[in-house]
C-alpha cells in the first residue's frame, strides 16, 4: 500500500535503518569535517570524501566551508565571547537547545569563512550543487524517505534533520564545555562525556581532543572508546584512510637519570599528562596526608583541595580561588606543591621558545631539593622520559 512505501518496513526494521543512516551521518561529521578538513589529521581516500560530503548535504544540508570554518574559529577563540558556541557566553541551554541556530547565524558571517575556511572543497560539485541549493538535499531526502518508508518516513527523516544538530551542536558543544570529566586541564573548559560514544562516535571525548587537537584518535585513557577511531582502523586495512597525527607519545626508560635537552622536549611534548600525573601523584598524596592530620573544622576545607589545586588557573572563579587561598593559608605543604605547579604552568605558556629546556631542567633540581617526598619523587619520573622506545623490559609508557 502506497502509506507504506516500497520497502514496507516493520517498525523493528524502520529503526534500523534510521540508526544506520543517522550513524553514517554521524561519520560524515566526526571523520570527514572534524579530523580531516578541520584539522587535518585525517587523510581520507578521494572516494570517502566524495560520499561523506554528498551525504552531509543530503542529511543535513551543512556545507565543508562553513562547519570546517565554524569548528576552527570555536578552537581559536574558544570561551569567549567570539566564541560560536560557548555555554560561558551565550548560556547552556541557547547552545543545547538552538546549537543549530547559532550555527546557521556564523555561517553568515563573511569575515568567519573568509578567516577560517581555507582549504576546503571548491569544485564542480560545491559551487553548482551544493552551495547553490543549499535546502536541495535534505529535500531530496524527504521525498526519499517518503517514496521508500511510506508516511513513516516523514518521521525517519525529522530525526535524521535532528540528529547533528542535537547531538553535534547541541550536546558536545554544550554539555562538552559544562559537564563531565576532564583527563587534562586545557586552557578551556571541555570535558569529557560518558557514555554516549556509540552515539556521536568519539566526539564525546571533547576535553581529549581540546588538548590534542591534532590527533585523529579521540580517546587517551584505556577504558575510553573512540568508535570514530574504530572506523579509522578498519578503513586503513582498506586502503582508503590514513591517521596523520595522533597525541605524541612519551616513553619512560627505568632507571634514566640523566635529564639532557632531549628529555627535557620529551617532557615539553607530554606536558599535558605531566601535570594530570601531578595532579595524581603530588598533590592528592599530599592531600590525604594533610586530611589525616588536620583536626575536623578543616577536613572540609582540605577535602576540595584535590580538584581545585589541579584545575588550569584561568577557569577559576572568585569563590573557587577564595577557597585555594583559605586552604594554602592553613597548609604550608600544600603551598609548595600549588606554587611548584604554577611553576610548571608558566613553562609551558613559553610554548617551545627558548630557554624551555634549561627551565625544565632548573624546575626538576629545584623540585629534587624539595623536603616533599612526593614532589622528590615526581622529579625522578620526569628524569626517565625519553623520546625514543626504550627495549620492551625497560619500557613503560608515561602516565600508564
Known amino acids: 500500500m502506497w502509506f507504506t512505501g516500497l520497502l514496507h518496513p516493520s517498525v523493528w526494521q524502520l529503526i534500523a535503518a534510521t540508526l544506520a543512516m543517522t550513524h553514517l551521518t554521524t561519520l560524515s561529521v566526526t571523520l570527514y569535517l572534524h579530523r580531516h578538513s578541520a584539522h587535518r589529521s585525517l587523510e581520507l581516500h578521494a572516494?570517502?570524501?566524495?560520499?561523506?560530503?554528498?551525504?552531509?548535504?543530503?542529511?543535513?544540508?551543512?556545507?565543508t566551508r562553513e562547519w570546517t570554518a565554524i569548528h576552527r574559529k570555536h578552537h581559536a577563540r574558544?570561551?569567549?565571547?567570539?566564541?560560536p558556541h560557548s555555554p560561558r557566553f551565550k548560556g547552556l541551554a541557547v547552545v543545547l537547545w538552538q546549537g543549530a541556530e547559532l550555527y546557521r547565524a556564523e555561517a553568515k558571517n563573511p569575515d568567519t569563512l573568509r578567516l577560517y575556511g581555507k582549504h576546503c572543497p571548491d569544485d564542480w560539485l560545491e559551487r553548482h550543487v551544493y552551495t547553490r541549493f543549499p535546502n536541495g538535499g535534505v529535500t531530496l531526502l524527504a521525498l526519499l524517505d517518503l517514496a521508500l518508508f511510506g508516511v513513516l518516513g516523514l518521521t525517519v527523516w525529522a530525526v535524521q534533520m535532528m540528529w547533528i544538530a542535537f547531538w553535534a551542536?547541541?550536546?558536545v558543544n554544550g554539555l562538552g564545555h559544562a559537564v563531565g570529566y576532564r583527563n587534562f586541564e586545557c586552557r578551556d573548559a571541555a570535558t569529557n562525556l560518558v557514555p554516549w560514544g556509540l552515539v556521536v562516535a568519539g566526539e564525546e571525548l571533547h576535553n581529549n581532543h581540546h588538548t590534542y587537537p591534532n590527533s585523529a584518535k579521540l580517546?587517551?585513557?584505556p577504558w575510553e572508546f573512540d568508535l570514530g577511531w574504530a572506523w579509522i582502523r578498519l578503513f586503513s586495512c582498506l586502503g582508503l584512510a590514513r591517521a596523520v597525527r595522533v597525541a605524541p607519545v612519551a616513553y619512560r626508560v627505568q632507571g634514566k637519570r640523566s635529564l639532557d635537552a632531549e628529555t627535557a622536549m620529551a617532557?615539553?611534548?607530554?606536558?599535558?599528562?605531566?601535570?594530570?600525573?601531578?595532579r595524581k601523584r603530588v598533590i592528592a598524596?599530599?592531600?590525604?596526608?594533610e586530611l589525616a592530620r588536620a583536626d575536623a573544622s578543616l577536613r572540609r576545607l582540605i577535602?576540595?583541595?584535590?580538584?581545585?589545586?589541579?584545575?588550569?588557573?584561568?577557569?577559576?572563579?572568585?569563590?573557587?580561588?577564595?577557597?585555594?587561598?583559605?586552604?594554602?593559608?592553613?597548609?604550608?605543604?600544600?603551598?609548595?606543591?600549588?606554587?611548584?605547579?604554577?611553576?610548571?604552568?608558566r613553562i609551558w605558556a613559553r610554548a617551545g621558545g627558548p630557554g624551555v629546556a634549561e627551565a625544565i631542567v632548573q624546575?626538576?633540581?629545584?623540585?629534587?631539593?624539595?623536603?616533599?617526598?612526593?614532589?622528590?619523587?615526581?622529579?625522578?619520573?620526569?628524569?626517565?622520559?625519553?623520546?625514543r622506545c626504550p627495549p620492551a623490559r625497560a619500557a613503560g609508557r608515561v602516565g600508564t
Open 219 to 221: 580517546s587517551v585513557k
Open 78 to 83: 574558544c570561551e569567549t565571547a567570539d566564541d
Open 169 to 171: 551542536a547541541g550536546v
Open 363 to 387: 624546575w626538576v633540581g629545584e623540585a629534587e631539593s624539595s623536603p616533599l617526598e612526593a614532589l622528590r619523587e615526581f622529579a625522578g619520573l620526569l628524569r626517565t622520559y625519553s623520546l
Open 285 to 289: 598524596p599530599l592531600v590525604a596526608d
Open 47 to 63: 572516494v570517502l570524501k566524495h560520499l561523506f560530503r554528498f551525504w552531509l548535504w543530503l542529511s543535513t544540508g551543512m556545507l
Open 303 to 345: 577535602r576540595r583541595a584535590p580538584r581545585l589545586l589541579g584545575r588550569e588557573p584561568s577557569l577559576l572563579d572568585e569563590h573557587q580561588q577564595a577557597v585555594i587561598s583559605a586552604t594554602l593559608a592553613v597548609s604550608q605543604v600544600l603551598g609548595v606543591a600549588y606554587e611548584q605547579r604554577l611553576a610548571l604552568q
Open 267 to 278: 617532557i615539553f611534548n607530554d606536558r599535558f599528562q605531566v601535570m594530570a600525573q601531578y
